[in-house]
C-alpha cells in the first residue's frame, strides 16, 4: 500500500479522471504565490464557476436593453426562467420535473412547507428530529410548535446511542413504535451536515408512515452529493439550498420537493403569493386564487433572475455530467482520503463518518483526540480550507467537480505533520 500513499499515485489518478477537466472550470482561490488553495468546504459554500458571470452577465444585459420586456424578450425570458431550473433540479434528486421547484431560501422553503404538512391536532403534534439537526431546522420547528399552541418541548430527539456519533434506524423505530400516536411530523436532516450520515430515506418514510406521520426531508447537505431518488423514497417533502454542493453562490435560492402524491391536492393550507396563482390567468389579476399544481404551488413570488442565472450556470455543468458519474468519482475521492488518513496510523484521529460509502456523500468529519481549534487554523494558515466543529471535529468535504486527488493527498501530509 506503500505506493498508494504518494503524490505520484495521486497524480496518476487524476490522469486517468474524466472528469479531470472540470476543475479547470471553477474559479480556485489561490494564496499570495499564486497556488491554489486546498478548498475543503464545498459542503459549506461551493466555489463559482467560471461560467456564472457570463451568466448574470446575460441578465444584467437583458434588463439594461429590454426593461420590463424582458420577461419575454430576454435570451431566456425571465416569465418561464424557473422551469427549465426545475426540470435539472428534479434529475439530480431523482425527481419529477412536477415535484421540484427552486424557490425562496432553504429556512423559508421549511416554514412554507410545514404551513401544509405541519397539521397538528390536539392529541396528534409532536415533531421529531435529530439531536444533531442543523440548528436552522431545529429552530423552524421549535417556532412551529410554539406557533400552533405547543411547547418547544414537544420536540422528539432522535439521538445517536450513548458512547456512538451516528444514528441507527432501528431506534427512529422503536420512538415511532411507541409515540407514533402523538406524532405528526418527522422532520429529519437526510445527510447529517456534521456526521456526514447519509441515512435511508425510503426507510424512514416507511417507518413515519406506519403511524400515518408525515416525513419530510432537509437536504441541504445531499443535493448535488449524492443520488437521493426522491421520488421513490415516497417521502412527503423535501428542502435544499443550492449554495454548498450546487455552487450557486453565497445565499443563493432553495428548491424544494413536494411528492407527485400531493401535486393536484388543492386542500392543503398553504400560503399563497401570485407565483403560486395559476399561470394561465396569473395575469388577469384580482382572480379569485387558484394553486399550481405540483411544487410550483409553493412559489409565492415571482422570481429573482440574478440568482437563478448562477444557478442556471452551475446547473448545466451538473446537467453535463450527470450525477452517476459524479457520484463514481466521488465514493472514488472520498475513499482515497480515508485510506490516506488511516494510514496516518494515529490513535488520536477517528473518522466520525460510516464507512460504508452508500452511507455517506462526499464529506469526511474527522475527529481528532485532544485538539482545539488551533488546529483548524494551522490547517488554515497552509491554505487548506475546512470545517471546525465544537470540540474536536474537522470536516472536509472532497468534492467530486473541482477537488482531486492531489489535493487529497497534500491535505494529509500537512495534517499529518502538524499533528
Ligand atoms: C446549510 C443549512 C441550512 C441553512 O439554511 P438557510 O436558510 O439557507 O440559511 C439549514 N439547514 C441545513 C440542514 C443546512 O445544512
Known amino acids: 500500500m506503500q505506493y498508494q500513499n504518494s503524490l505520484a499515485f495521486a497524480q496518476q489518478q487524476d490522469k486517468e479522471d474524466q472528469l479531470a477537466k472540470y476543475r479547470n472550470q471553477f474559479l480556485i482561490p489561490k494564496d499570495k504565490n499564486g497556488n491554489d488553495w486546498l478548498y475543503f468546504t464545498g459542503n459549506s459554500l461551493g466555489l463559482q464557476p467560471k461560467s456564472t458571470k457570463e451568466y448574470i452577465n446575460q441578465e444584467l444585459e437583458d434588463w439594461a436593453n429590454l426593461g420590463v420586456e424582458g420577461h419575454f424578450e430576454a435570451k431566456t425570458p425571465w416569465l418561464h426562467y424557473h422551469e427549465s431550473l426545475n426540470k435539472k433540479m428534479a434529475k439530480i434528486v431523482g425527481a419529477k420535473p412536477i415535484e421540484v421547484g427552486v424557490m425562496n431560501t432553504l429556512t423559508t422553503n421549511l416554514h412554507l412547507l410545514m404551513v401544509s ?101 432537509d437536504l441541504a447537505h445531499g443535493a448535488g452529493n449524492i443520488q437521493p431518488n426522491l421520488h421513490d423514497s415516497n417521502i412527503d417533502f423535501a428542502a435544499w439550498c443550492t449554495y454548498k454542493y450546487l455552487n450557486s453562490g453565497p445565499g443563493s435560492l432553495s428548491a424544494i420537493f413536494v411528492h407527485e402524491k400531493h401535486a393536484k391536492n388543492k386542500d392543503l393550507p398553504r400560503f399563497a403569493g401570485w407565483w403560486n396563482h395559476n399561470k394561465e390567468t396569473r395575469f388577469n389579476m384580482r382572480m379569485p386564487f387558484d394553486v399550481m399544481d405540483g411544487a ?57 463518518t460510516p464507512k460504508n460509502p452508500k452511507e455517506r456523500g462526499c464529506q469526511l468529519s474527522i475527529q481528532v483526540k485532544n485538539a482545539d481549534k488551533s488546529l483548524h487554523k494551522k490547517l488554515t494558515e497552509n491554505h487548506i480550507i475546512t470545517d471546525w466543529r465544537e470540540p474536536d471535529v474537522i470536516r472536509c468535504a472532497p468534492t467530486p467537480l473541482y477537488n482531486t486527488f492531489e489535493d487529497v493527498y497534500r491535505m494529509v501530509s500537512i495534517l499529518k505533520d502538524l499533528l
Open 296 to 352: 410550483e404551488g409553493w412559489q409565492l413570488s415571482n422570481p429573482p433572475i440574478l440568482s437563478m442565472a448562477a444557478i442556471k450556470a452551475s446547473l448545466e455543468m451538473f446537467d453535463e455530467v450527470g450525477m452517476e458519474v459524479l457520484r463514481e468519482k466521488s465514493e472514488k475521492l472520498t475513499g482515497y482520503f480515508e485510506f490516506l488518513i488511516q494510514e496516518i496510523g494515529s490513535d488520536d484521529i477517528k473518522i466520525i
Open 117 to 217: 404538512f405541519y397539521r397538528p391536532t390536539k392529541t396528534k403534534y409532536k415533531i421529531v428530529i435529530e439531536s444533531d439537526a442543523f440548528p436552522s431546522d431545529r429552530y423552524a420547528v421549535e417556532s412551529q410548535l410554539k406557533f400552533h399552541g405547543f411547547s418547544k418541548d414537544d420536540v422528539i430527539e432522535w439521538k445517536p446511542r450513548k458512547g456512538e456519533e451516528l444514528l441507527r434506524i432501528e431506534d427512529l423505530e422503536t420512538i415511532v413504535d411507541k409515540q407514533g400516536e402523538e406524532i405528526a411530523l418527522l422532520l429529519i436532516g437526510g445527510l447529517n451536515y456534521y456526521t456526514g450520515q447519509y441515512l435511508d430515506l425510503k426507510r424512514i418514510a416507511e417507518i413515519g408512515h406506519s403511524k400515518k406521520c408525515v416525513v419530510g426531508i
